[in-house]
T-cell receptor
Framework: AQKVTQAQTEISVVEKEDVTLDCVYE???????LFWYKQPPSGELVFLIR??????QNEISGRYSWNFQKSTSSFNFTITASQVVDSAVYFC???????????FGAGTRLTVKP | DSGVTQTPKHLITATGQRVTLRCSPR?????VYWYQQSLDQGLQFLIQ???????AKGNILERFSAQQFPDLHSELNLSSLELGDSALYFC???????????FGSGTRLTVV
């Protein structure tokens, strides 16, 4: 079964610092999908990005960027010039094409201090 | 508003009781997923339905059951509740499998 590891339990940074959240995954499937979700203090889970296993292009969306490397089975998430509003728990997740359940990592709690 | 509606938002009940959590997916989404989020277990996949049919099952206890109705709303039934069932239960929907999920705001269940 697929597995997602987010080794960083908690990260604390000061506003305007860059921060990278690590995600390492395991799967035997050649076709799979990787996701990042944000859970702010309000509790909702907000979809950030979806990437399929055949697309290793890095992606940038504003201050957010994602680095997908199949060679190291990693899908890391970087926030540039962090802001207090970025404080949340961030989850990395993996879904295999032949399974229909998305498995989440344990999450990384990011605190951005003013 | 994500478009996925979950009711109720909060539920407090006693051990041994039975509760039903309800989810209305985002308009146009055929897949519904249920997840349990607890402090010690993280986000655990419970079950998925696609257009009324059960499609995948995760770590769902036998005391729990779910279904998706013809209008695509879904219900998660939890019975013989135990203290350890206290958690946040999320419903999510997607237009298809392996697409990004849209999550509801969750139902916080407290078993006392």
């Amino acid at each position: 079964a697929q597995k997602v590891t987010q080794a960083q339990t908690e990260i604390s940074v000061v506003e305007k610092e860059d921060v990278t959240l690590d995600c390492v995954y395991e799967t035997r499937d050649t076709t799979y999908y990787l996701f990042w979700y944000k859970q702010p203090p309000s509790g909702e889970l907000v979809f950030l990005i979806r990437r399929n296993s055949f697309d290793e292009q890095n992606e940038i969306s504003g201050r957010y960027s994602w680095n997908f490397q199949k060679s190291t089975s990693s899908f890391n998430f970087t926030i540039t010039a962090s802001q207090v509003v970025d404080s949340a728990v961030y989850f990395c997740a993996l879904s295999e094409a032949k399974n229909n359940d998305m498995r989440f990592g344990a999450g990384t709690r990011l605190t951005v201090k003013p | 508003d994500s478009g996925v509606t979950q009711t109720p938002k909060h539920l407090i009940t006693a051990t041994g009781q039975r509760v039903t959590l309800r989810c209305s997916p985002r308009s146009g989404d055929l897949s519904v997923y249920w997840y349990q989020q607890s402090l010690d277990q993280g986000l655990q996949f419970l079950i998925q339905y696609y257009n009324g049919e059960e499609r995948a099952k995760g770590n769902i206890l036998e005391r729990f059951s779910a279904q998706q109705f013809p209008d695509l709303h879904s219900e998660l039934n939890l019975s013989s509740l135990e203290l350890g069932d206290s958690a946040l239960y999320f419903c999510a929907s997607s237009v298809g499998e392996n697409y990004g999920y849209t999550f509801g705001s969750g139902t916080r269940l407290t078993v006392v």
